[in-house]
Every structure is written in structure tokens, then in C-alpha cells.
């Protein structure tokens, strides 16, 4: 039977019924896809499958369909669709996620056969790779029946897939990836995936000064958040080897994902993991709960907490890319993504004593990762933790020209062919914790820095980062990257007011895509400032743009 002629009759929908939408639930594609407690996803996940299986067919390629809430608390759920060479969902194809999301029992034909009408190619049945759809999943105890309702979605409509079971988001990433460039970016499986990172690593660090020993201990502790990073890590220690020793603690044995721990709590707080000692002398780092953040830390003699966020391990990987280019004698641009939450002095560092092109852009990797693709190096970090690097073709067609060219000095071949190697450490599809930290490492041992030094090449301005909650965050819209608020009526003016009381100070507002939140950030001179007007301004929020609850205290 012709797909089309399914998707319009009311029996083929095996396992609709079983999907109701639970009244009164609305959802919107957000920053990264579907977010909210898991008791309201089962109908969203159903829903993805069958939108992956017309994706699928419209792409002619595989579709990833993770279910995770990466940072959120372990009660929430969420779903990320993946596609072509591992990018988020087509911006052009969430208002049908949305539209579909939401679809009652008897709209949900209509809408599917809209789809497939828009859409041409999305009707064809016979997948063009092995599998329509590829489905992942991190440690939530409600992530396999989320799963299960995926694949109920992806059979209903004739969709064949392949559930990996347990992975990192980064993971699934690689794997569509690496199923839809025919291996191209790589084996299209988890041990390919382990390979290639611990490969590149090792030769990479073949060619760094060996680090001293410390004696019965581990120079690196990494928080696993309690999520499936952790266990991730551990099989990648295994391929590893004695290259790398790290310790990992909240490695979901005990303790509740993402609580007290992980890189959210650790980059807001800026406090250790609950129940961390930390050393002076030892380097400490943490993950978030689907492992597509990193973060790292240590504390000085005093004891005093220092955080290496995005913006500095995105600091660090462009030094090292563009020391290896000028070793490597290639003429070649690298362009540094932020958002809006960069700190100042990051962006100031970067443009001027570096002389990097600096781009900002909305927050969210499906931003950063397209306008990366554009340059011809492009390293963008949220400071959140969560980036990567693209290597442009035209920048890897020469760098392989220069290894292979005997006729070139030992150094630039060398550097050529360390810059290959760093392209394959670093996942190409999405910013990775575990390719992340790796690729850290790799570039600390290779330019002779400790982690302190990396942190003390420019100073934050202090900032402080707030929530608020409100009536409909959706009421709040934003323009500028961000940076500027266009509705309500007033509140940017009444921002704006605040921000010229403190020296040196900047704040925006801006609702989060992945929880039910306003998100308010302030810098200024002091910290003592930044956490005055970030106060202020979020008091501003709560008043103009429908605040619930008691009005935000002071910190
Ligand atoms: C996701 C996105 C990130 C974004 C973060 C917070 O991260 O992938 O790009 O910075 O949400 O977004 P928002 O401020 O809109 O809530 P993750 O690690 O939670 O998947």
C-alpha cells in the first residue's frame, strides 16, 4: 500500500490511541527541541516518530530522535531530532514538530498528510539507508518508555530503526553523521566513535612533552552530573588506555541526575559539585546530563574557586588552531561564536589581542553550528560549556596536502598534521563533552599551559545569571541576538535605565528554550554591581512581564 494512502486512513495508526493529548498541554520546539516534565511527553515522543520517518524520507538520510533533558532535573523529559551530517533538526521543519506536537487524535492524519503534500519525497516508503530513524537515550528513569513511544511513532509509519540504547547526545549525533556520510565522518557505530577519539588523542599527545606524574592520585576528576557521561567516559578510558587517567565521581551510582552537581549547577553557581574537595594543584571538570557540555576548574592556595568556562576553553582551542596555522603556513580565518553570555572581557580578548573575527548570535548550538559551517574555521562555545570546532573542506583539502608534501619543512608538516588530527579528536557534528575534553587536554599538554594560566589570560567581568519565572514566557520577544528585549512594551527602555547606573554594565533578558523560565543576565565592575543590577533587572521582569509568585530577592 502507498504510504500517502496510509497516513490518510484512520486504521493504519496502530498505536495513536495509546497517545492521546493530555488537555490543556501545548509544546514548542525550543532551543533544543521538546522540554518538560515527563508525565506530559509520551504523545510529543509518539509524535517525533512518525515526523522522523517523513524526515527521513524528505532528507533521504537517517534521522536522530534523542531522548533526553540534557541539564534539567531528572523529573523532565525531552526530545532533540538530528539529521544530514549530525546538525539539529532543519529550523525550517520545527514549526511542523511544533504543529505536530500538538496534534489531537483526529487532526493528526490531516496534518501528517499536509506534511507529506508540502513536503515532496516525504511519501516515498523505501528508506535510502538502512535505517529511517536512529534513537538514543540518557539515564532518565522515564527515557525507555519515552523511547518506546518513539518507535511506536516510527512504525506506525512503515519507518525502520535501529535504538542504541543508552548514549550521549554527542554520540547519536556522530552516529547519524556517520550513517548518512557513509562512513565518511567515521565508523557508523559507538566503537568507531571511541576509535576515532582515541586515536586522534593518542597521536596527538605523542607529540606533547609527558606530564608529571602525580603520585597515587589523578590529575583530573571529571562530574559525570550522575549521567550517562559518566559511563561513557569509562568506555572511553578503555580504548584510552594508560593515555589518560581521569577519576569520575557522581557517576550515577548513587547520587540524582544533574542534582548538586553537573555543569549547570557548577557555571551558575560557581561552587564545586556538592561533596568535592578540591586541591590546589589538581584540575577538576564536569559534564552535564547528556554530556554535550564541559566545563573545567580548580582552586587557587587560598582556596578560592576559579571556573574555565566556554568562552576560555573556546579561547584556548582558537590560540592552538591558529598557532598551528601559522606553523603550518596556511592562510587560513578563525572566526570565534558566541552568544550573548559570552563575558565581555572573552570577546575583548579575543578581537583585540587576538584579532579573531567575533560573531554573536542567538543562543542555541542550531545557531552557532549553521553560521560555523560558513567559516573557515569556526570555534564557537556557549559559555554554558557546550561548542565545538568546524574545519572547513577547503581548510582540510590543504592541511592534507601540506602532511603529504615532502618537500615542506618537518615543522609545517608537522603542524599540518597535528591540526588533521585535532579535526578528527573534535566531533564535527555537535558540540561533545568527551571529544571536548580530550581535545583540552590534548591542546594544554601541546602548548605547555596549565589550566590556571589558560584562566589567567584575561579577567571576567563579574556577572551574575538569574531566573525568573512568569505567567508566558513566549509574551517576552527579543531582537539583536538576543540582547535586546522588543515586548513588552517598556522593559528594555526600564533595562536600559538600570544599566547606566553601573560602571561598565550590560544586561539582557531573554526566555529560556528549555525550561519554563526567564533568563537575566548582568555585568559590571563589581561583583557586588552585577549582582545588584541582575536583581534589579529581573524585579523589572517580574513586574512588566507577568511575574509569578514573590518578587526575586536580592542575593
Ligand atoms: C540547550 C542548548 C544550548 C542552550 C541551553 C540553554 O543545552 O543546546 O544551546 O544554551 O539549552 O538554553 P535556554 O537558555 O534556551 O534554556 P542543553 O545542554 O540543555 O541541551
New binding site residues.
Given amino acids: 500500500m502507498h504510504p500517502r494512502m496510509r497516513v490518510e486512513m484512520d486504521t493504519e495508526l496502530q498505536h495513536a490511541d495509546a497517545y492521546p493529548v493530555p488537555s490543556g498541554i501545548t509544546m514548542e520546539y525550543?532551543?533544543?527541541g521538546f522540554r518538560a516534565p515527563a508525565c506530559n511527553l509520551p504523545h510529543v515522543m509518539y509524535r517525533m516518530g512518525l515526523l522522523a520517518v517523513l524526515r527521513a524520507r524528505y532528507t533521504r538520510g537517517v534521522i536522530g530522535v534523542m531522548v533526553t533533558a540534557?541539564?534539567?532535573p531528572e523529573e523532565d523529559n525531552g526530545v532533540k531530532l538530528m539529521e544530514g551530517l549530525g546538525d539539529m533538526l532543519s529550523v525550517s521543519w520545527e514549526k511542523h514538530a511544533t504543529s505536530l506536537a500538538s496534534a489531537q487524535l483526529g487532526e493528526l492524519r490531516t496534518q501528517l498528510s499536509a506534511l507529506l503534500r508540502d513536503c515532496p519525497g516525504s511519501e516515498s516508503s523505501s528508506p535510502v539507508q538502512k535505517y529511517h530513524v536512529l534513537i538514543g537515550q540518557d539515564t532518565r528513569a522515564s527515557s525507555k518508555v519515552l523511547a518506546q513511544a518513539v518507535s511506536d511513532g516510527v512504525t506506525d509509519l512503515g519507518g525502520t530503526f535501529k535504538d542504541f540504547g543508552l548514549v550521549t547526545t554527542p554520540q547519536l549525533h556522530y552516529l547519524v553523521a556517520s550513517h548518512n556520510s557513509d562512513g565518511l565522518m567515521g565508523e557508523p557505530s559507538l566503537d568507531g566513535y571511541y576509535r576515532k577519539l582515541s586515536e586522534a588523542y593518542k597521536a596527538l599527545m605523542a607529540q606533547a612533552k609527558p606530564q608529571p606524574k602525580i603520585e597515587g592520585s589523578y590529575p583530573l576528576t571529571m562530574d559525570g552530573a550522575n549521567g550517562v557521561g559518566a559511563p561513557k567516559m569509562v568506555e572511553l578510558l578503555s580504548y584510552l588506555k594508560s593515555s589518560l587517567a581521569v577519576k569520575i565521581i557522581n557517576n550515577g551510582e548513587s547520587g540524582k541526575l544533574n542534582h548538586e552537581c553537573g555543569a549547570d549547577y557548577v557555571k551558575i553557581g560557581r561552587r564545586a559539585p556538592k561533596g568535592l574537595q578540591m586541591l590546589e594543584g589538581r584540575i577538576y571538570c564536569s559534564l552535564?546530563g547528556?554530556a554535550?557540555?564541559l566545563l573545567y576548574y580548580f582552586v587557587d592556595k587560598s582556596g578560592t574557586f576559579h571556573l574555565v568556562d566556554g568562552d576560555k576553553i573556546s579561547t584556548l582551542m582558537a590560540i592552538f588552531i591558529q598557532h598551528l596555522l601559522k606553523e603550518a603556513q596556511l592562510p587560513f580565518q578563525v572566526s570565534v561564536l558566541q552568544t550573548a553570555y559570552a563575558n565581555g572581557s572573552s570577546t575583548r580578548y579575543l578581537k583585540d589581542t587576538l584579532q579573531l573575527q567575533v560573531y554573536c548570535l542567538p543562543?542555541?548550538?542550531k545557531y552557532l553550528h549553521t553560521k560555523a559551517k560558513e567559516c573557515d574555521i569556526g570555534v564557537y562555545f556557549?559559555a554554558?560549556g557546550?561548542g565545538t570546532v568546524l574545519f572547513g573542506k577547503r581548510v582540510l583539502d590543504k592541511v592534507a596536502e601540506v602532511m603529504q608534501d615532502s618537500s615542506k619543512p618537518e615543522t609545517q608538516r608537522a603542524a599540518a598534521t597535528q591540526l588533521y588530527h585535532t579535526s578528527q579528536l573534535i566531533n564535527q557534528a555537535v558540540g561533545d563533552a568527551l571529544s571536548d575534553l580530550l581535545a583540552v587536554e590534548a591542546m594544554l599538554s601541546l602548548l605547555d599551559l596549565s589550566l590556571p594560566q589558560l584562566y589567567a589570560l584575561y579577567t571576567d567581568i563579574p556577572s551574575r545569571l538569574l531566573k525568573v519565572k512568569v505567567i508566558d514566557r513566549q509574551q517576552i520577544t527579543t531582537t539583536d541576538a538576543e540582547r535586546s528585549v522588543t515586548h513588552p512594551e517598556g522593559l528594555q527602555a526600564a533595562i536600559e535605565e538600570r544599566v547606566h547606573h553601573h560602571l561598565q554594565a550590560r544586561a539582557f533578558v531573554r526566555p529560556?528554550?528549555?525550561?519554563d523560565m526567564v533568563?537575566v543576565y548582568a555585568e559590571s565592575k563589581t561583583q557586588e554591581s552585577a549582582d545588584c543590577l541582575a536583581h534589579e533587572v529581573a524585579l523589572l521582569v517580574h513586574r512588566l512581564a507577568g511575574g509569578v509568585g514573590e518578587e526575586p530577592r536580592a542575593t
Avoid at 529560556?512 to 525550561?515: A, L
Fill in positions: 525550543g532551543t533544543a540534557s541539564h534539567n552535564d547528556d554535550d557540555r543562543t542555541g548550538v556557549e554554558n557546550h529560556s528554550g528549555t525550561e533568563r
